[in-house]
């Protein structure tokens, strides 16, 4: 037996197996994001859904990290073939495939041992294996906004978006630099496992299940004036009413500003307008009153704040790809596991 490999025990299932790949310059931090978000989730008998190894191109051993220590990877290219995720940190030292966007030998033969299928995700620059790899090639993705003007000019069949924390396209995923890696793989539960196992492991993180906006907001930009108001108060007001109509002149009354200035001022902060801060608020809240309540789909979309069962099946249709009852199903269903992808292109 493949020593990476271990045979689950009679009339279980098997984790699924994230595999991420260690390349020299890697940062550490990012490294273990992918160990943190999906060694946490457990099934009602309390088994780990997901196992996590880390591996290198190279036969067990160190690999050389960013920061004034290496890591002791414990696994070859091989672990790759056994993968049902894998993905690929940020690194400094990509070489050709930072600089030319050409793939060493020795990497292309370790990407090569994965299995068609398999989902694949990059955090920050990694995203440059996977557009030298040829993945990317037609599709949109994204990185750290710093690297984005580089990676479209060294791969212009890519569609870069600099904005978003991250994108998902069904079986590749990319995302935006270093702490938008977190972002990512609660998606990545998320979409396997539903809102409210994403959401036990954000709170046990201590990181929100669902940041608001994309990167534009971390955009170095002149300080703004001290004086100048948050919107932060209009939005934990607003959280408490999701149920009730919200309009965007009661939202600017609650920070004293002109409906434009609010307007403006939010976009700023929270990377989005207020409308489609409103929509994914609630598109959220009736994700979880799907997943853990009994409630009919009506008073579901009550509750939710959209209104009518018509109008929140095609809020879930456009941000979810499924009707309510279908998501329902899927997350309410033994083991919580999903038949299929839910695909989404996400900007926060």
């Known amino acids: 037996m493949d020593p990476v490999q271990s045979a689950p025990p009679s009339g279980d299932v098997r984790p699924h197996r ?21 060694g946490r989730p457990r099934d009602g008998r309390g088994r780990r ?7 290198s191109v190279r036969p067990p051993g160190p690999v050389e990290t960013d920061a004034d220590f ?10 790759l073939a056994t993968a049902d995720t894998v993905i690929i940190p940020a690194s400094y030292e990509l070489g050709p495939v930072y600089e030319r966007g050409e793939l060493t030998d020795e990497l292309a033969a370790a990407l090569a041992l994965i299995r068609p299928g398999t989902r694949i995700a990059s955090i920050c620059t990694g995203v440059y294996v996977l557009a030298a790899a040829g993945h990317l090639d037609g599709r949109r993705a994204t990185t750290h906004w710093a ?18 924390l991250y994108i998902d396209d069904g079986d590749i995923l990319t995302s935006a630099g270093v702490a938008a890696g977190i972002d990512l ?50 939005r934990a007001w607003a959280l408490g009413r999701l149920h009730e109509p919200i309009q965007l002149r009661d939202m600017a009354a609650r920070e004293a500003m002109s409906v434009r200035t609010f307007t403006r001022r939010f976009r700023e902060e929270a990377g989005v307008s207020p409308g489609q801060w409103l929509t994914r608020q609630r598109v959220e809240r009736a994700r979880q009153l799907l997943e853990s309540t009994d409630l ?53």
């Open 70 to 79: 290496t890591i002791d990877v414990a696994h070859g290219p091989e672990a």
């Open 49 to 55: 859904l997901y196992e996590v190894v880390t591996c």
């Open 185 to 234: 793989c609660l998606h990545m539960v998320r979409r396997d496992h539903g809102a409210e196992v994403a959401n036990d492991v954000a709170r046990r993180t201590v990181v929100p299940p669902h940041r608001d906006g994309g990167q534009a907001q971390y955009i170095q930009r002149p300080v703004p004036d001290a004086q100048q108001a948050s919107t932060s108060a209009a």
């Open 296 to 348: 009919s789909v009506d008073q579901v979309a009550r509750d939710a704040g959209f209104g009518t069962a018509q109008s929140m099946r095609q809020h879930l249709q456009a941000a979810l790809g499924v009707t309510p009852t279908a998501y329902r199903r899927t997350f309410r269903a033994a083991g919580g596991r999903q038949d299929g992808p839910v695909a989404a292109s996400v900007a926060g």
């Open 147 to 164: 690297d984005a003007e580089r990676l479209q000019r060294l791969f212009p069949r890519v569609e870069v978006d600099p904005d978003v």
């Open 18 to 38: 994230v595999v991420v790949l260690a390349l020299d310059g890697l940062l550490p931090f990012e490294a273990g994001i992918p160990h943190r978000i999906f």
